[in-house]
């Protein structure tokens, strides 16, 4: 028998799109930069003290634009407050966990931020405790609210959460690297923070890196080994249609060029750490397309 | 013994063990001794692809273009001569166990006591966290124009089951004017309605039933070629996809992931985020108005 | 249609049709089907009901219009109505939104540009009358039968009154007022004495469709059909050329070559007959011929013989003539695709003696006689000034080679620059001032053969018409009503109006003693008078109105779908033709001489050559409904249909561009390749392709008319059409082929060559040379 043919459906819209892909990637950015931050007055790491504020400067700016594209992909934005709202406010919802998040969490970082300033330790790592808290939180959440969509197949899985964390921290330490090099320029040159603390992050980005090759490949072999609609999104979206944010975005060069780099001998050169930085850094946006419009695309032609 | 009865009990057993109830305002009640649960049953055998349905569905709620509560699938199967055709009709299948109930933020959408999934317009944020939700692709969200500009609009609606047609006695639109006769509808918990006869008559199948939803929405006669996920992508006609092709384009718009097969993803991408912001001193001027409206009365 | 069956239905009906007792199908159901409505939000409102009729397609569905604040919301089917029961279809669905259709025309007109230049004028009513009367005055002076009349579905019949009135002769038609068309009505009403047969499809268990495509267009049939398929488990054989929902959806679709299908009925007929399965004792009891010599005529028609000319197996002739003979009861149903060829009453008589062989005639199960009544109109009736229905196919040629004179050429509710035949040969005629004076078009929408008039005085549209019908699509006669309680829109008046203030305005001192004929106060009048004027509706009046339906039966169970009345199944009568026999000469069936032409055309056909067939989907009717946006949004684009094996050979990709050549030019369109379809036809169906009519037609929504009125403005329609593509109209490369016989245009016979497209072609192009449409007209005429 010949194959059947699909003759008439009706047509649907992928319900996320740019702005949700863009906010996932902003709030994982402002995440793993966060942790940065927290690394000297959380974890008492002293040399990273002096990039703190900088980091969580960098970590609230990030999120100060979250809410504009969050608010405004609404189709009713001036019910955004709605979400809050108690007799709204859903539990089972991770997007009304997340909103909670959203929230609390550029105002915890400010609260930290004035504590940095002020230098007060104690408050400092306490709020800071807290902080690094809903930062992991707010972009676990991303994950999360479409990991639990048991329909939408290539984002049902156990792994979301890790892979999004995985991503900011990389992306995070990526971006905060580009901009403490361009800080430098203004800094007073005894203020300057030391290549060899950068070249260290690199490092650790470099392990990130690591493990997020690790989670790809799982998430890889579940599409590759998985049901009707994890296959469909292998095949037609990952390897097909998304196959550049997927392959050559995220994977060449988020990920394995900047490996490449940071494990050669050349991973001290400053450029090279930019350069896998800005690499990074944008090769996780290239997750964040796939992981969302992907998945929204399978769902359009059911 | 008495099918309908025999489920009630094998969900009760059931329902010891698994717990969906969560989040859901309401408890499945397929087959719960003491309560309502309306249901419909497509039988396809007698679906004749009028698309009657989709029309009186589209008349009776002033659904614009481009958004559908129902819609009727069809498909041709078998080489020539050996041909035929299937028709699938659509909608939302009020499940027992509705993922977009669970997911939505702010509960607007909620799960009714006789069993329909509805939505409540003035709570609904437009965030589309239950379309993503659906699997079954039976939401949408209303454009911001629409014939009767009264209506709402910029929230997701989706199909209500009639319900007030149901309370008021009525059938569902789409069940009244079915011409084959093959949307049958009323309470499946009830042992002497039609469909709880039908249903215990007929070998019926719902979507995906391996998500754990559990539909109201049953099929007699369902054809594989027609239900997979899969083929209804993979199987698409040219003609089908070209009209794909130019709704998307033809989407006045912001905010959603379209991406137009056969052209670059990520040209798609960037213009997604033009529109978006193109949309946004509109958008904004919008929340001016009501922000206005609110203060000044 | 016999007048026993229409006077005396009535009687029988009480007599015979007995109420047999079935309390199973009765049972209390939770929910109505509806006699109520109510909107989606504000429910403590009932909307303002009305009775209703659906007027899209012949079968005129009797139901109810809801309306909200003086303005319809929902048009729904009786729930006890006897034919729809309670369904309409998706056209009667969406037929309400015509009144608030952005594109309608909503005042007098007068064309101010050149014709066709698409620039109007809105001018009065009183000056739109007085240039019209002006016109037809100075040609009843010269000569009257130069006024011309071209009627559309005009059930009613006030356009053959008008010209009945004026004494002119030259009424055309671009189709029959009922079922059917002209070669299967002449075909009928020669063999049972009347023009429709109603297949009992509901209580059959055999169904033999010869080129029918019921599911799509006869859907108080189709209700039936899907009845009968469940509960009867009937099991329907279709022939036809391509995979219609009708033919997607039967037992077997048998792809059969065109115009073969009166062959394969004869060669049926004769294997029942030599089989010894033929119902001897009917044949010779009921028909003008002997069952011996009937068998003897059908011995020339051998399976071997009907599979050669259709390349259907014999085998499979043979066991399907042989299955229908003996799954009794079985009925064979046929349409457009038998009729609309060269010699298609041949074909349909052919296909109707397998029912009555198998004595299958007005039987339960059976082909049944018609039973409808005949609706009257309003007392007094002018003289006919002309009896036979004339087809308009051949009138722009008539006119172009001078054999027909016109002065003024009326329209009404047809569509001849789209849908018949050598349209842009119409074009052309309308186009010349000097062959056609003066047009007038009573038309809500403008269009193709709009846009050619001088004046266009806009008619109302079905949601706001008064109108009275009944249709023979159940087995108890009916009559529905429609009786709008809304106000019409705009300046639009009711055709009968229009008419009687031209007859007034050209007779307006009575000396022309036309002014009689036309003495209805207005269209609710004429209602009321028709109703009054036939016999056995003139005490319905009342529940007409009420009920929209009449007589009452009973009411229709809604699980069963069957009339019931006091817990009791209402049964037909069957077999109505024992009392009075049949409508006939000889009050018999009578079985025409039996011959078969071969189709010279298409036998022909060279192998390298394409049959095509046109044909309409279930989502549109004619070219009314084009510009209904929940329609057009279902359906908008008409691919070719091409076989898949044959596609391949010629390297047409699906969804390739490709030439469609007939003998008069081509057009270029979209290939569909698919397994649906006979390797020698394709197929481009009908509705879709405008070049007039509205934004929606269009697929354009920024083509807004200069006559469109900002109030009927639609936000939904600016902004949310989505789709471009606009299909091609197949008319302008079919040439002129009207079967000499039946006088109607032989649809089905076309044939055509096709290619991928040429260097330079784009979607839609059509190239036409009208001196070849002119020379196959000549030919024609000899
Ligand atoms: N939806 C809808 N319904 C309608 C109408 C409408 O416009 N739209 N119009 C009404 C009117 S006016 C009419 S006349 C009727 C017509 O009703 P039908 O006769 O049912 O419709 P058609 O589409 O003209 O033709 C029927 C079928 O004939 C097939 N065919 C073509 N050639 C052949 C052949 O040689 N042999 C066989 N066996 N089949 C062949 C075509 O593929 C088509 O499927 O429908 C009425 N109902
Ligand atoms: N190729 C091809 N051509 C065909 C056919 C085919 O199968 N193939 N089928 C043929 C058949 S069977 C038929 S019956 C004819 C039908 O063809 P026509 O008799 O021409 O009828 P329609 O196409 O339905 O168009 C009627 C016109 O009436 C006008 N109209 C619409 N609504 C109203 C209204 O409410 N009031 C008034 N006054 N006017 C209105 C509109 O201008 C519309 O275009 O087409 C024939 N043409
Ligand atoms: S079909 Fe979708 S929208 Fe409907 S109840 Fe189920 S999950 Fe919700
Ligand atoms: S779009 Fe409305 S109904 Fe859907 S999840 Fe958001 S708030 Fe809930
Ligand atoms: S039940 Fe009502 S809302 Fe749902 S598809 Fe049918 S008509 Fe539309
Ligand atoms: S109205 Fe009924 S028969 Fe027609 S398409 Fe819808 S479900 Fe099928
Ligand atoms: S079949 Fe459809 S279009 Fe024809 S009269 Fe009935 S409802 Fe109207
Ligand atoms: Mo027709």
């Known amino acids: 028998m010949d194959e059947s043919v699909i003759i008439s459906n009706a047509f649907h819209h992928a319900p996320w799109g740019t702005p949700i892909t863009i906010y996932f990637w902003l709030v994982g950015a402002s995440a793993g930069s966060f942790v940065i931050s927290s690394f000297g007055w959380v974890f008492g790491i002293k040399r990273y003290k002096p990039l703190a504020l900088t980091a969580s400067v960098m970590a609230i700016f990030l999120l100060m634009i979250v809410p504009v594209l969050l608010i405004w992909d609404l189709g009713q934005p001036w019910r955004f407050f709605y979400l809050m709202l108690p007799g709204y406010w859903h539990s089972t919802a991770p997007m009304a966990w997340g909103s909670i998040l959203i929230l609390s969490y550029?105002?915890?970082?400010?609260?930290?931020?004035?504590?940095?300033?002020?230098?007060?330790?104690?408050?400092?790592?306490?709020?800071?405790?807290?902080?690094?808290?809903?930062?992991?939180?707010?972009?676990?959440?991303?994950?999360?609210?479409?990991?639990?969509?048991?329909?939408?197949?290539?984002?049902?899985?156990?792994?979301?959460?890790?892979?999004?964390?995985?991503?900011?921290?990389?992306?995070?330490?990526?971006?905060?690297?580009?901009?403490?090099?361009?800080?430098?320029?203004?800094?007073?040159?005894?203020?300057?923070?030391?290549?060899?603390?950068?070249?260290?992050?690199?490092?650790?980005?470099?392990?990130?890196?690591?493990?997020?090759?690790?989670?790809?490949?799982?998430?890889?072999?579940?599409?590759?080994?998985?049901?009707?609609?994890?296959?469909?999104?292998?095949?037609?979206?990952?390897?097909?249609?998304?196959?550049?944010?997927?392959?050559?975005?995220?994977?060449?060069?988020?990920?394995?060029?900047?490996?490449?780099?940071?494990?050669?001998?050349?991973?001290?050169?400053?450029?090279?750490?930019?350069?896998?930085?800005?690499?990074?850094?944008?090769?996780?946006?290239?997750?964040?397309?796939?992981?969302?419009?992907?998945?929204?695309?399978?769902?359009?032609?059911? | 013994?008495?099918?309908?009865?025999?489920?009630?009990?094998?969900?009760?057993?059931?329902?010891?063990?698994?717990?969906?109830?969560?989040?859901?305002?309401?408890?499945?009640?397929?087959?719960?001794?003491?309560?309502?649960?309306?249901?419909?049953?497509?039988?396809?055998?007698?679906?004749?692809?009028?698309?009657?349905?989709?029309?009186?569905?589209?008349?009776?709620?002033?659904?614009?273009?481009?958004?559908?509560?129902?819609?009727?699938?069809?498909?041709?199967?078998?080489?020539?001569?050996?041909?035929?055709?299937?028709?699938?009709?659509r909608l939302c299948n009020h499940c027992d166990y509705p993922i977009c109930v669970r997911n939505c933020p702010t509960q607007a959408t909620y799960k009714h006591e006789d069993g329909f999934v509805l939505q409540r317009y003035n709570r609904c944020i437009g965030c589309r966290t239950c379309i993503v939700a659906c699997p079954y692709n039976a939401r949408h969200l209303v454009p911001e124009k629409r014939t009767d500009g009264n209506l709402p609009t910029l929230v997701v609606d989706k199909c209500t089951f009639c319900i007030h047609r149901v309370k008021k006695g009525l059938l569902p639109s789409c069940v009244q004017t079915c011409v084959g006769g093959a949307r049958i509808f009323g309470d499946m918990n009830d042992p002497e309605s039609e469909i709880a006869k039908l249903l215990a008559k007929e070998k019926v199948t719902v979507l995906k039933p391996s998500l754990g939803t559990e539909p109201a929405v049953f099929y007699i006669g369902g054809d594989f070629e027609i239900m997979s996920e899969n083929k209804s992508y993979s199987n698409r006609t040219t003609q089908l996809k070209e009209e794909f092709n130019t709704f998307k384009r033809q989407h006045p718009g912001d905010a959603f992931g379209d991406i137009v097969e056969g052209e670059s993803t990520m040209y798609w991408v960037k213009k997604n985020m033009v529109d978006f912001v193109a949309e946004i001193p509109h958008k904004a001027s919008g929340v001016g108005k009501i922000i206005k409206k609110l203060i000044f009365g | 249609m016999s007048d026993y069956n229409r006077r005396d239905f009535l009687k029988v009906g009480a007599t015979a049709g007995a109420v047999a007792a079935c309390p199973s199908v009765v049972q209390a159901m939770e929910l109505k089907l509806g006699g109520a409505d109510f909107h989606q939000l504000r429910t403590f409102h009932e909307r303002e009901k009305a009775p209703y009729l659906c007027t899209l397609c012949p079968y005129v569905c009797g139901g109810f219009s809801y309306a909200e604040k003086g303005e319809v919301m929902k048009a729904e089917g009786n729930p006890d109505h006897i034919a729809t029961r309670g369904k309409f279809c998706g056209k009667g669905q969406a037929s309400l939104f015509s009144a608030s259709d952005p594109d309608r025309i909503l005042s007098p007109l007068k064309r101010i540009g050149a014709r066709g230049e698409g620039k109007w004028a809105e001018i009065s009513w009183e000056e739109a009358i007085a240039t019209v009367a002006e016109s037809v005055s100075g040609a009843l002076n010269s000569d009257?039968?130069?006024?011309?009349?071209?009627?559309?579905?005009?059930?009613?019949?006030?356009?053959?009154?008008?010209?009945?009135?004026?004494?002119?002769?030259?009424?055309?038609?671009?189709?029959?007022?009922?079922?059917?068309?002209?070669?299967?009505?002449?075909?009928?009403k020669n063999m049972l004495g009347a023009d429709f047969a109603y297949p009992d499809l509901e209580h059959t268990r055999y169904v033999l469709n010869f080129g029918s495509n019921i599911m799509e267009t006869g859907m108080p049939l189709a209700s039936r059909l899907t009845d009968g398929m469940v509960n009867n488990r009937l099991k329907i054989v279709t022939f036809d050329v391509r995979l219609s929902h009708t033919a997607g959806r039967s037992d077997e679709w048998i792809p059969v070559f065109p115009g073969s299908d009166g062959l394969i009925a004869l060669a049926m007929a004769n294997v029942i007959m030599q089989e010894g399965m033929a119902d001897t004792a009917f044949i010779d009891a009921w028909t003008n011929t002997t069952s011996a010599d009937l068998a003897e005529q059908l011995k020339a028609y051998t399976p071997a013989m009907a599979a050669k000319a259709s390349g259907v197996d014999a085998a499979d002739i043979r066991r399907i003539a042989i299955e229908f003979a003996r799954w009794k009861p079985a009925v064979v149903f046929s349409q457009n695709g038998v009729s609309s060829h060269a010699g298609g009453i041949d074909a349909e008589s052919a296909c109707t003696l397998l029912s009555v062989i198998t004595g299958n005639i007005d039987s339960e199960g059976g082909l049944c006689l018609p039973r409808a009544f005949d609706i009257a109109m309003p007392q007094p009736v002018p003289e006919k000034a002309t009896d036979s229905v004339t087809l308009n196919v051949t009138f722009p040629f008539d006119v172009k080679t001078g054999v027909k004179k016109v002065s003024v050429l009326f329209n009404h509710m047809s569509n001849p620059a789209y849908s018949?035949?050598?349209?842009?040969?119409?074009?052309?005629?309308?186009?010349?001032?000097?062959?056609?004076?003066?047009?007038?078009?009573?038309?809500?929408?403008m269009s193709?053969?709009?846009?050619?008039?001088?004046?266009?005085?806009?008619?109302?549209?079905?949601?706001?018409?008064?109108?009275?019908?009944?249709?023979?699509?159940?087995?108890?006669?009916?009559?529905s009503m429609s009786m709008p309680k809304v106000a019409v829109r705009g300046a639009a008046k009711d055709?009968?109006?229009?008419?009687?203030?031209?007859?007034?305005?050209?007779?307006?001192?009575?000396?022309?003693?036309?002014?009689?004929?036309?003495?209805?106060?207005?269209?609710?009048?004429?209602?009321?008078?028709?109703?009054?004027?036939t016999p056995e509706l003139k005490d319905g009046y009342k529940k007409l109105k009420k009920k929209g339906l009449w007589p009452l039966y009973g009411t229709i169970d809604l699980n069963s779908r069957k009339i019931v009345k006091d817990g009791a199944v209402v049964k037909a009568p069957y077999g109505?033709?024992?009392?009075?026999?049949?409508?006939?000469?000889s009050g018999k069936i009578e079985v025409p001489t039996l011959a078969w032409q071969p189709n010279t055309r298409l036998a022909a056909i060279k192998d390298s050559e394409f049959v095509l067939s046109t044909y309409k989907v279930s989502y549109h009717s004619g070219s009314k409904t084009t510009n209904l946006k929940l329609l057009s949004e279902m359906w908008h684009s008409n691919p070719l249909w091409i076989n898949k094996e044959v596609a391949k050979r010629l390297g047409i990709a699906d969804g390739a561009l490709v030439r469609v050549t007939s003998e008069v030019g081509h057009l270029v369109t979209k290939a569909w390749v698919t397994h649906g379809i006979h390797p020698q036809v394709v197929g481009i169906s009908t509705s879709v392709g405008r070049s007039s009519y509205g934004r929606v037609a269009l697929a354009d929504p920024t083509a807004i008319a200069t006559f469109a009125k900002e109030e009927q403005r639609d936000a939904d329609l600016e902004a949310n059409l989505w789709w471009r593509d606009l299909g091609t109209n197949p008319n302008d490369?079919?040439?002129?082929?009207?079967?000499?016989?039946?006088?109607?245009?032989?649809?089905?016979?076309?044939?055509?060559?096709?290619?991928p497209a040429k260097e330079g072609d784009t979607y839609g192009d059509v190239r036409v040379d009208n001196v070849k449409h002119l020379a196959i007209y000549k030919k024609s005429i000899g």
């Open chain 3, 144 to 188: 009257v039968n130069s006024i011309v009349f071209n009627e559309g579905a005009f059930r009613e019949g006030a356009g053959a009154r008008f010209m009945d009135t004026l004494g002119s002769s030259s009424l055309i038609r671009s189709r029959t007022p009922s079922i059917g068309n002209n070669a299967k009505q002449t075909a009928l």
């Open chain 3, 420 to 445: 018949s035949p050598a349209t842009s040969f119409w074009r052309e005629v309308l186009k010349d001032k000097k062959l056609i004076p003066l047009i007038v078009d009573f038309t809500p929408f």
């Open chain 2, 1 to 89: 013994m008495n099918r309908v009865r025999f489920m009630a009990e094998t969900h009760n057993n059931e329902s010891k063990h698994h717990h969906r109830d969560y989040g859901i305002q309401t408890p499945g009640t397929k087959g719960v001794p003491g309560t309502k649960r309306y249901a419909m049953a497509i039988d396809l055998r007698k679906c004749i692809g009028c698309m009657s349905c989709v029309v009186a569905c589209k008349a009776e709620f002033g659904t614009p273009l481009g958004v559908w509560r129902t819609w009727v699938k069809t498909a041709d199967k078998g080489a020539y001569p050996n041909t035929t055709r299937v028709f699938m009709p």
């Open chain 3, 733 to 755: 490369i079919i040439p002129l082929a009207v079967d000499p016989v039946s006088g109607i245009q032989a649809w089905n016979d076309t044939v055509v060559s096709i290619a």
């Open chain 3, 576 to 585: 109505t033709y024992q009392a009075a026999g049949f409508a006939t000469a």
């Open chain 3, 495 to 533: 055709v009968r109006e229009t008419l009687k203030a031209i007859i007034e305005a050209v007779d307006a001192d009575g000396s022309r003693g036309m002014t009689q004929y036309w003495a209805f106060a207005d269209a609710e009048d004429w209602v009321k008078q028709s109703v009054a004027a």
């Open chain 3, 448 to 479: 193709e053969t709009s846009e050619y008039a001088d004046i266009i005085l806009p008619d109302v549209v079905g949601i706001e018409r008064h109108d009275v019908a009944s249709s023979p699509t159940a087995l108890l006669p009916w009559a």
């Open chain 1, 106 to 302: 550029p105002v915890s970082m400010m609260v930290y931020s004035v504590f940095v300033i002020k230098g007060n330790v104690t408050w400092a790592r306490i709020t800071g405790i807290l902080a690094i808290v809903l930062a992991l939180s707010t972009h676990w959440y991303t994950g999360v609210v479409m990991e639990l969509n048991p329909g939408r197949f290539i984002n049902h899985t156990a792994l979301a959460p890790l892979l999004f964390l995985t991503g900011a921290f990389i992306s995070g330490i990526g971006g905060l690297l580009l901009v403490l090099w361009v800080q430098n320029f203004f800094r007073a040159a005894e203020k300057r923070i030391s290549w060899t603390l950068m070249s260290e992050m690199a490092q650790y980005m470099m392990y990130g890196i690591v493990f997020d090759i690790f989670l790809l490949w799982l998430e890889f072999m579940q599409t590759l080994y998985g049901n009707e609609g994890e296959y469909m999104g292998h095949d037609v979206v990952l390897m097909n249609l998304f196959s550049f944010p997927y392959i050559w975005l995220e994977a060449v060069i988020g990920l394995f060029i900047p490996l490449l780099l940071l494990v050669s001998p050349i991973k001290h050169n400053k450029v090279v750490i930019l350069a896998a930085s800005a690499m990074v850094a944008f090769g996780v946006y290239g997750m964040r397309i796939w992981w969302v419009m992907g998945g929204q695309f399978i769902q359009t032609f059911y």
